[in-house]
């Protein structure tokens, strides 16, 4: 369908669980599916979710609402090229380099807004975020070439993955939690969502450092709105 041709498997990007909703897993994600705790949470902030339904390989969460502070849009034909150009953007950020020379400490997961090319030699686009934590969510400073978002209550669909999240393999991922949807009243909801031609594409998240080489847990999101009919219709 046209949609999942929304999804192509061109040059890419790169939530706390809530332990009473799901069983955690110490040992990373797997090849793809839900349901591993990323150990980084254990140590520092996430953004809080329930879950609302839990599919075959993929799960819907509902995120409260929260903050953002992100990059301007950046064009590369690298997911990894991209990550390492905002990284020193939002590490200067979080070090005081912001509005209030203010140090902020550092949450997890980073996410990679994609706006994939039309082919696979044109840049796409990647717009990289951090969640603010929680005590500077109200007065969270801006920066120079950053740009505060704010998320209301937000639904996602989310598939997991481990290892490093690599340019050849990110789309893939996506185009698998597309296809673990299709055909239920979540991909209604997300294809009507993504109709807007600046919408973007999927999210990757991130929830380790690139020095760490074990428990690694990467996640693709399909961020959408629901409406009370999807979520009826959904509940039974």
Request: net charge neutral.
């Given at each position: 369908m046209a949609a999942f041709h929304l999804f192509k498997l061109s040059i890419?990007?790169?939530?706390l669980f809530s332990a009473s909703t799901l069983t955690a897993n110490k040992g990373g994600a797997g090849a793809g599916g839900v349901g591993v705790f990323p150990p980084t949470c254990d140590r520092i902030e996430c953004p809080t979710y329930d879950v609302i339904h839990a599919g075959t390989d993929f799960e819907i969460r509902r995120y409260n609402s929260s903050m953002w502070i992100s990059t301007q849009p950046i064009d590369d034909?690298?997911?990894?090229?991209a990550g390492k150009i905002a990284f020193f953007q939002l590490f200067d950020y979080i070090q005081g380099k912001?509005?209030?020379?203010?140090?902020?400490?550092?949450?997890?997961?980073?996410?990679?807004?994609?706006?994939?090319?039309d082919g696979p030699f044109c840049a796409s686009s990647f717009v990289v975020s951090f969640f603010v934590p929680?005590?500077?969510?109200?007065?969270a400073p801006s920066a120079k070439g950053l740009n505060l978002q704010?998320?209301?209550?937000?639904?996602?669909?989310?598939?997991?993955?481990s290892g490093f999240a690599m340019d050849d393999d990110v789309g893939q991922q996506a185009a698998a939690l597309y296809s673990s949807i299709e055909g239920t009243v979540w991909s209604e909801a997300i294809d009507k969502s993504h109709s807007a031609k600046d919408s973007a594409e999927y999210i990757v998240a991130q929830y380790n450092s690139p020095f760490e080489f074990k428990n690694r847990v990467n996640e693709i999101w399909l961020t959408f709105d629901m409406e009370a009919t999807f979520l009826a219709a959904a509940a039974v």
């Open positions: 890419l990007l790169v939530s034909i690298s997911l990894v090229d912001n509005d209030n020379n203010e140090k902020i400490e550092m949450t997890a997961p980073v996410i990679s807004e994609v706006k994939p090319s929680t005590k500077n969510q109200a007065t704010k998320w209301g209550l937000t639904y996602v669909a989310v598939r997991q993955f």
